[in-house]
């Protein structure tokens, strides 16, 4: 399965919690889904218990999201087989994203966006993929804010070489308008496929599958 590379535009949902969940979008066929590892975030996922990730290897790209992590865990965890991507959520440097391509690690680098300054930040980094989400500082994202799409559209101009991940505020309502108007590689959604934090609504996740596809 090609998430970065898809001809079309992939599906990543992020902020599951509950196995059961993790299963059954595999079996819709969602491209990817993201565990958050930050520990401050209503969708979080401690991976020293939920060691169920590892069963999912190959049905389903599983994405780690980590907020200035200063330990050695999305390392320990990719080792180990729980993940297969690290997806960088805070204020990490290109440093920090040069050291998980050193090591062979998938890397994704999230950008909050607000003015074309962070556009130009973003392409910096080296990463495998970027997402470009709404600004939202000591949240990191999982607002259900967008931001504006021309913003995305400079980005995939200046850097058509990095596969871009779109997210903020990313719902059944507006996925195919994002879909169209920006091309992205991929959705990212959280809120926008959730009846509750951490909790998927499953007619939403088919919707925006339909879209992608």
């Not at 992590?69 to 991507?85: F, K, N, T």
């Not at 058509?160 to 997210?167: K, Q, S, T, V």
């Amino acid at each position: 399965m090609d998430f970065f590379g898809c001809k079309g535009t992939s599906l990543k949902v992020c902020g599951v919690t509950i196995r059961r969940e993790a299963e059954k979008l595999a079996g819709m066929g969602v491209h990817a889904v993201g565990f958050n590892f930050w520990p401050q975030s209503k969708r979080y996922l401690d991976p020293l218990v939920n060691v169920w990730m590892k069963e999912l290897a190959g049905g389903i790209l599983r994405v780690g999201v980590f907020v200035n992590e200063a330990g050695d865990l999305p390392y320990r965890l990719y080792g180990e087989g729980m993940i297969d991507v690290v997806q960088l959520h805070g204020d990490e440097t290109p440093e920090a994203a040069a050291g998980f391509r050193k090591a062979g690690i998938p890397v994704i680098k999230a950008v909050g966006v607000k003015d074309v300054s962070d556009i130009d930040a973003a392409g910096s980094y080296g990463a495998d993929a970027v997402l470009l989400d709404a600004h939202a500082p000591k949240v990191f994202g999982g607002t259900g804010e967008t931001f504006d799409w021309v913003l995305a559209n400079a980005f995939r101009k200046n850097f058509p070489a990095i596969p871009l991940i779109l997210a903020g505020g990313i719902t059944p309502d507006n996925a195919a308008q994002a879909v169209a108007e920006v091309r992205p590689a991929a959705l990212d959604v959280a809120s926008g496929a959730e009846l509750s934090p951490g909790v998927k609504d499953f007619g939403k996740v088919a919707a925006l599958l339909e879209v992608c596809r």
